[in-house]
Structures are given as C-alpha cells and as structure tokens.
C-alpha cells in the first residue's frame, strides 16, 4: 500500500525566513512525487514534480529514496506563499494511476 | 475557462435524498478521476475512468454512490440515500497520458 505523511499540520514563518515542508512516504516500487498547493478559495494546483527538478516559484523539492523523503523547501519565505501545501505520490509503474496525497501542511507566512 | 469544471459549487440535501453531481474534464484530457475531502484531511480517491472506462474504484466507493462518464467526456458522481457522513468537498480532475493531474473547484455537500 503507498502512504504520504505530512507531519506539521500547521507550518508558521516570518517573511524572508527559509521554510521546509516535510514529507514521507512509503511504497514498494518506484515512486512519482508531486507538490500541490491551494491558496485560499482557489482550486487545488500543481506546483511541481519531482521527476522535473524544476523551481517554481522558488520552491525545490529532492526525493530522497533513502529517507523516502520529498521535502519542500524555499530559502525565502514570501507572504503570499501562505497557503494549505499537499504532497502526493503516484505508481511509477502504472500510466495513470491515481495519486495518494498526505494530510497536509498549512503554511502561513507572516510579515 | 478551459479548466476542469464542476457543478454545482454548493450542494444542501436532506439525509436519504439522492445527489449528482457533474464534472466535465479538459477537452483534450482522457483520463478522470474523483476525489473527496474533509476538513483537515487530504483528498482521497475514489474512482478513475480511462475513457468511458471505470478502471479502479476505491473502497471507500460504498454501493450508494456510482460514478459515469458516458461518452469519455463528462462524467457525473452519483450518491443515493445520502447520509450526514456524506457530507464533504468532492473534487474531480483529469489528466492525459502521465501528466499531472488538474483538480476542478469542487462541489462542496452538506447533508442536514
């Protein structure tokens, strides 16, 4: 069975303060990790993959195998980065399978 | 909008009447999925099409609730006999091939 584990329901920073949201999952196979993001009263959306290794919006996210970890992290934390943050896994052997999400993490950046 | 659209917004039903709710995906877009969610928890899956085809339901997929997608386009999420633990946000999002998925705004129902 596959699991995602947000510890921090509550996540609270200044602004320009580094943050880093935490993220563990368990599964057998080869994972894909996702991040979504949902500000207030605004659809649940992507914010990155892991298999992209991009940035968005000045947010990195590694997936550590080893630790089977997928943290979020942003050296600068922006006001408008407050925000309630999910981590998702989906198979990496099945096309389309769904993704299981974690609890999630509601970040709020303060001035 | 070309987004993932959900009707209605808002659902207010008495306990044992029967809900549908719609969904109508990205054009372009073959697979659908539903998810509910509750107050401090993550969405949770409930069933995906591929196409017309519903290929995996979850078990918190109870056999008062049945979910359609007629034609591989829309698809509509069925509850019958509502009860209060229905109550909760049910999302629906779609995707092509392994791209990620895009959620609609949900439809949010309140049992009474």
């Known amino acids: 069975a596959q699991r995602v584990t947000q510890p921090e329901k509550l996540l609270s920073v200044f602004k320009g303060a580094p943050v880093e949201l935490k993220c563990n999952y368990s599964?057998?196979?080869?994972?894909?990790l996702f991040w979504y993001v949902q500000y207030s009263r605004q659809r649940l959306q992507l914010l990155l993959r892991?298999?992209s290794r991009e940035s968005i919006k000045g947010f990195t996210a590694d997936l550590n195998k080893g630790e089977t970890s997928f943290h979020l992290k942003k050296p600068f934390a922006q006001e408008e980065d407050s925000a309630m943050y999910y981590c998702?896994?989906?198979?990496?052997?099945?096309?389309?399978?769904?993704?299981?999400f974690g609890e999630g993490t509601q970040l709020t950046v303060n001035p | 909008d070309t987004g993932v659209s959900q009707n209605p917004r808002h659902k207010i039903t008495k306990r044992g009447q029967n809900v549908t709710f719609r969904c109508d995906p990205i054009?372009?877009?073959?697979?659908l999925y539903w998810y509910r969610q509750t107050l401090g928890q993550g969405p949770e899956f409930l069933t995906y099409?591929?196409?017309?085809?519903?290929?995996?339901k979850s078990r918190l997929l109870s056999d008062r609730f049945s979910a359609e997608r007629p034609k591989g386009s829309f698809s509509t999420l069925e509850i019958q006999r509502t009860e209060q633990g229905d109550s909760a946000m049910y999302l629906c999002?779609?995707?092509?091939?392994?791209?990620?998925?895009?959620f609609g705004n949900g439809t949010r129902l309140t049992v009474t």
């Open positions: 999002a779609s995707s092509s091939d392994r791209f990620p998925l895009h």
């Open positions: 599964y057998s196979g080869s994972p894909e």
């Open positions: 892991h298999i």
């Open positions: 998702a896994l989906r198979s990496g052997e099945t096309s389309g399978s769904r993704l299981t």
């Open positions: 054009s372009e877009h073959n697979r």
């Open positions: 099409f591929q196409n017309e085809a519903q290929l995996e």
